[in-house]
């Protein structure tokens, strides 16, 4: 049987076409970042301390204004790499960055066996201060003023940047919250804090006064004293940490009641400085994928910005109070469904457990 072969011009097209639509695909991507994943010996922990970053097209060592960070935190038992293997991190901020929503910038993403507390199986806070700070900013290009800072987490990792900037407001000019496990007075059952060893004393119990000295909750009276003018010989000009928190409407740890007493508790400390946005779905990496894109622009409406904080925490104030909470609604649903559909993609890197419930 004769099969006639197709015109040599034909398949030379086609493979031309081939080759090039492949390539397309990845320059889009790999060439626009790059992502490391690296170790440094830790002196506070005793072992080495890992991280990755992300660092933007052309990121130059000698420029001469230095880049913000982001300290991005990940969730019970998590790692390093859960913002980029699961989180889509790196396809998000090359996004947004040649949109020009935000500024090209470094993303610091450490790895902790802790709840990002000197918790009783290792001292994270401390190691994140002491160690981890000082080796970025003595490693990156990166700024070492609070103006040039902001802290983001998911889960227990929104716990941790939450409770870091309530700490320190001196470090950091803004923070994210994503499904914060920030759950007050204590975490409900089926929070994995009930057996996380950062939180289990030495009976094998869950310490709840370790829980309750460590929680937001013993940081606020503090905070409102650093940040609110006294008009008093001792008053401070540190401003408030502005706050992104969102929470998925489904989730199973109750994560919007509890990010809405939280919203609650810092409108009375800073009440044009706090947002809170509402997903369809759980306690998922589909909710954090979907609202990662907005957590970015909050925060860089104040990372990197030298104007006066007042105004712009103004301007987001009304920028919000445009919209109707049935057309944030409607907007968060239309992020979450691009999201999923990301998700399922050949190029997104999330595996199919990923979808589900993660511990908190």
Not at 66 to 85: A, E, K
Not at 152 to 159: D, E, H, K, M, N
Not at 326 to 340: M, V, Y
Request: hydrophobic share 35%; proline share 7%; aromatic share 12%.
């Amino acid at each position: 049987m004769f099969i006639q072969k197709p015109p040599f011009l034909s398949y030379r097209c086609r493979t031309l076409l081939t080759t090039f639509i492949g390539w397309l695909t990845l320059s889009g991507h790999s060439l626009a970042s790059d992502v490391e994943h690296h170790y440094f010996s830790s002196p506070t922990l005793g072992y080495d301390y890992p991280y990755s970053v992300y660092l933007p097209d052309n990121y130059d060592t000698q420029a001469t204004t230095p880049y913000p960070v982001i300290y991005m935190l990940h969730g019970s038992f998590g790692t390093d790499r859960d913002w980029v293997s699961r989180g889509n991190l790196q396809q998000v901020a090359d996004r947004l960055i040649r949109a020009g929503h935000i500024p090209p910038a470094v993303f610091i993403m450490p790895g902790s066996r802790s709840w990002w507390v000197d918790g009783h199986n290792e001292p994270a806070r401390s190691a994140f201060f002491n160690d981890l700070m000082p080796h970025v900013e003595a490693t990156y290009r990166v700024g070492q003023e609070r103006h040039l800072r902001g802290v983001a987490g998911l889960s227990a990792g929104g716990y941790g940047a939450l409770n870091f900037a309530l700490e320190r407001p001196d470090l950091f000019a803004a923070v994210a919250a994503l499904s914060p496990a920030s759950y007050a007075p204590l975490p409900p059952r089926n929070s994995s804090a009930w057996r996380h060893p950062a939180f289990i004393n030495d009976q094998g119990q869950f310490d709840r006064k370790l829980w309750e000295t460590l929680n937001y909750t013993a940081h606020l009276e503090e905070y409102r004293l650093r940040v609110t003018p006294r008009g008093t010989d001792e008053e401070s000009d540190l401003p408030p940490v502005p706050l992104y928190i969102s929470a998925g409407r489904s989730d199973v740890y109750d994560a919007e009641f509890h990010a809405r007493l939280l919203r609650q508790a810092m409108e009375r400390i800073q009440p044009n400085a706090v947002r809170l946005d509402l997903y369809p779905g759980g306690h998922t990496w589909q909710v954090w994928r979907a609202s990662l894109p907005a957590a970015l622009n909050f925060l860089f409406q104040y990372v990197g910005q030298t104007n006066n904080v007042a105004g712009i925490e103004k301007q987001a104030e009304t920028q919000v109070e445009t919209q109707t909470e049935e057309q944030i609604e409607q907007q968060n649903e239309k992020q979450a469904n691009e999201a999923r559909v990301e998700a399922a993609s050949p190029s997104g890197l999330e595996s199919t457990a990923s979808t589900e419930e993660v511990s908190s």
